[in-house]
């Protein structure tokens, strides 16, 4: 019974404190619930940060010039740094990293890291949609109920805008000549329903606890609606055919 009741007085301080809007720093402070949905979210991040990088490894050589080698290199090295700052957050926390990496990445990775990035416009577009996605839902990671994660999403997030406006001065840029055009309007029907879906489910219970806790702040798709109304307009003053959006899981 002493167990039960301090329990809920755990629960209770714990929502007490999120509620008021202050962050939780200690382990000691938030209940098993709390953790076991936290841990969900940051190692779906950490993964994902991994995946990215793994992704734009290739491009390094098949960049179309030197400059563009250099900037491949320099989003690899952050898209890696920003998986280690998440992974050391996860030890801090008890989890066992190395088997998150090496053994368990089936159970955590998004599909659209396993699709294939054939061209240099596939690329410039995943560019411009995924980390564009990613810049949105880092927003949430920055105002979360979790100090340390929080801070870490704070330089993460500016680091991640830096990447979207590369993927943007590209598509921009491939759009605007007649030879290309074709090839990125192709790339933007192939990666916008992949992308669409990376937000999740719409109203799912999970979701509903997640902000609870403020481990989110919106609903999955607020935060898709949100995506899609900031590129939309870029995309067709480029001249290109935006598809419509998907409400997932209604």
């Not at 929502?15 to 953790?35: A, C, F, H, R, V």
């Not at 340390?148 to 999403?153: G, H, I, N, T």
Request: hydrophobic share 40%.
């Amino acid at each position: 019974m002493s167990l039960v009741m301090d329990d809920k007085a755990k629960h209770e301080a714990m929502m007490e404190k999120i509620q008021s809007g202050q962050k939780l720093e200690s382990l000691d402070e938030i209940t098993e619930d709390y953790k076991d949905n936290l841990l969900k979210l940051m190692i779906a991040q950490a993964d994902s940060e991994l995946a990215g990088a793994y992704g734009y490894v290739p491009w390094i050589e098949g960049a179309p010039n030197m400059p563009e080698k250099l900037a491949m290199a320099n989003i690899v090295k952050d898209e890696i740094r920003h998986a280690r700052a998440m992974y050391d957050l996860l030890e801090r926390m008890g989890v066992d990293t190395d088997k998150l990496i090496y053994e368990d990445k089936m159970q955590h990775r998004m599909k659209v890291f396993y699709e294939p990035i054939n061209s240099w416009a596939d690329l410039v577009m995943f560019n411009f949609l995924m980390d564009r996605a990613a810049g949105h839902q880092l927003k949430d990671a920055a105002e979360c109920s979790w100090g340390p994660w929080s801070r870490a999403m704070i330089q993460i997030e500016k680091e991640e805008w830096m990447h979207v406006a590369h993927g943007e001065h590209w598509v921009k840029r491939l759009a605007e000549d007649t030879k290309t055009k074709p090839d990125v309007q192709k790339a933007l029907e192939f990666w916008f329903p992949k992308v669409n879906k990376v937000f999740g489910k719409s109203g799912t219970d999970t979701n509903k606890t997640f902000q609870q806790f403020k481990l989110k702040q919106r609903d999955n798709h607020d935060v898709r609606e949100s995506w899609y109304e900031e590129m939309k307009p870029l995309l067709e003053g480029y001249g290109l055919t935006v598809p419509g959006i998907d409400v997932v899981g209604q």
